[in-house]
């Protein structure tokens, strides 16, 4: 169980601002994908985001400087068990079989169980989901020592704007070096957590999960409006008088759109089924607001001179004005 702020390189008082810099410069030189072939690097990968995720938890920050979890997020020698002058018999050796290692508060992030969940992997109360028998918090057979999984992982991926909003698969390496297809959710959006069980920390009764949060990247000219995507598209001053067919941009692909002739800037054109994915299973909608770009030319500014001495109107009567 390493020393979280040893493993980044920070000392006790480090700012929230200073772990953060510390750990995102360790992990942009230890990451998986700058070093396919030294599996060191990914073993201190893990090491490195557990930690970040240990001290970046104010909660668990807290709990760590008081001594009362390890630096896996693990108890300290609960009720004195497992303690460094204490005894720590295996089990069948005579001894009790209890241990300090692999008490499991909740993994990711969640809060610390009650009481008898810590009863429970005292005395053997199985793996993790499943409880003795009547709910009591004491299993059967006291003095087995309970194997726990091994810790979740946290991971953050950012998710290009079109492939959030199409479902594009995302091609994800973790940890321990493999790479992993990850199909994403309908309704994805900045926030969204997805679980892979067995993608975890090693553990006796199995590895833990990869908990991994998504963060939808902004577009260029894509904005998000709810389950809609939303496009200030320009046109020419010809093709708002006369009208016709243009070629519009989709998060998918170019589609033509017919632009009505005599169009005004903010008219807004929709497109049926191109926003994103619904958790109800169908689509949100592409929202064209159309924005007529006038050219500086020297003989449009003529024509039009000539054409407003002629009695064109007042567009905005109706405001009063």
Partial sequence: MADPYQTLGVARTATEADIKKAYRKLAKELHPDRNKDNPKASERFSQVTNAYDLLNDKDK?????????????????????????????????????????????G????????????????????????????????????????????????????????????????RVTLGDGKAIDLKLPAGVETGTQMRLGGKGQPGPAGA??????????????????????????????????????????????????????????GKVLRLKGKGFHKKAGDRGDQLVTLMVDVPDDAALKTFVEAWAGRDAGNPRAAMGV
Wanted: net charge negative; aromatic share 8%.
């Fill in 107 to 170: 993994g990711g992030g969640a809060d610390a169980p009650d009481m008898s969940d810590i009863f429970e992997g005292l005395f053997g109360g199985g793996s993790r989901g499943g409880g003795a028998p009547g709910g009591g918090g004491f299993a059967s057979g006291f003095g087995r020592r309970g194997a726990t999984r091994g810790a979740d992982v946290q991971y953050k991926l950012q998710v290009p704007f079109t492939d959030a909003a199409t479902l594009a698969p995302q």
């Fill in 208 to 265: 833990g999960d990869a908990l991994v949060t998504i963060e939808v990247q902004p577009h260029r000219f894509f904005v998000r409006d709810g389950d809609d995507v939303r496009v200030d598209l320009p046109i020419s001053l010809a093709e708002a008088v006369l009208g016709g067919q243009i070629k519009a941009p989709t998060v998918e692909r170019p589609v033509m759109l017919t632009i009505p002739a005599g169009t005004s800037s």
């Fill in 61 to 105: 920050r807290a709990r760590f400087d008081r001594g009362e979890i390890d630096g896996d997020g693990n108890p300290a020698a609960p009720f004195g068990f497992g303690g460094g002058g204490g005894r720590s018999p295996h089990p069948g050796a005579g001894g009790g079989g209890f241990r300090s290692q692999g008490f499991e508060f």
